[in-house]
């Protein structure tokens, strides 16, 4: 089980999700069942009406990519955790940046339809 914790501005905006796997997209971040956990607004991440200005996936988290164009997902690793700020980082390495709405591989900077965090 994989869990995320949403920080914002002060400790007491903190909030934790717990799911099997997440699928970020561009705008929205949602849990194994399919529901919206997270919605992207004005740089933020929304939980339940509070704004976050960061999260961080608790792992091991294996990370793929799911490219826009078709191609076929990709690992991109396992690690032992994911924080994300408007990029994905992994020890203090950007694996994706999120640039108005898209993310995209921070190497190849090819657009991602989504992340997946299993």
Known sequence: ???????GVSPACSCNVE?????????ITTDADGAIVAEVQRGSWT??????????????VDVHFEFANGQESEKRG???FLSVF??????GEYLATL???IWRCFRTRAEL?????S
């Open 47 to 60: 939980v339940a009406g509070e704004l976050h200005t960061r999260w961080t996936c608790s792992g091991p």
């Open 113 to 117: 339809k989504g992340i997946i965090l």
């Open 99 to 101: 640039d108005d709405g």
């Open 19 to 27: 799911s099997k796997f997440f699928r970020v997209g561009g705008t």
């Open 86 to 91: 408007g990029g994905a980082m992994r020890d």
């Open 78 to 80: 396992t690690f032992p």
């Open 1 to 7: 089980m994989l869990r995320i914790q949403f920080d």
